[in-house]
């Protein structure tokens, strides 16, 4: 699976951006597809994931402003992002995960900031 995303930029707080990724390859066995960040010095963590039934999970910093969507014809996962703040700055990294056989697959990463 490869995964190429997109959307990334510079952006006063309050602003949005909107990412996108597109998963090619063996897509099929894919179950849920999301979105993790990692700001300098710090780990990667989750931003918003989505399964293949459309299940949504949030970090509790972006509840209320992120939302996350897939369209399945497309093979894409977006993540429109709202009120953006200079906290929400970070690479942000498109994720695949399978469960069997259990894999994970990740995009080249974009850079969201955002200017106070």
């Known amino acids: 699976v490869q995964l190429q995303a997109s959307g990334g930029g510079l952006v006063e707080a309050g602003g949005s951006l909107r990412l996108s990724c597109a998963a090619s390859?063996?897509?099929?066995?894919?179950?849920?597809m999301g979105w993790y960040r990692q700001a300098p010095g710090k780990q990667r963590d989750l931003v918003a994931t989505?399964?293949?039934?459309?299940?949504?999970d949030y970090a509790d910093s972006v509840k209320g402003r992120f939302t996350i969507s897939r369209d399945s014809a497309k093979n894409t996962v977006y993540l429109q992002m709202n009120d953006l703040k200079p906290e929400d700055t970070a690479v942000y990294y498109c994720?695949?995960?399978?469960?069997?056989?259990?894999?994970?697959?990740w995009g080249q990463g974009t850079q969201v900031t955002v200017s106070s």
């Open positions: 994720y695949a995960g399978r469960q069997l056989p259990r894999a994970a697959y």
């Open positions: 390859g063996r897509v099929l066995s894919i179950n849920t």
């Open positions: 989505i399964t293949s039934a459309s299940v949504t």
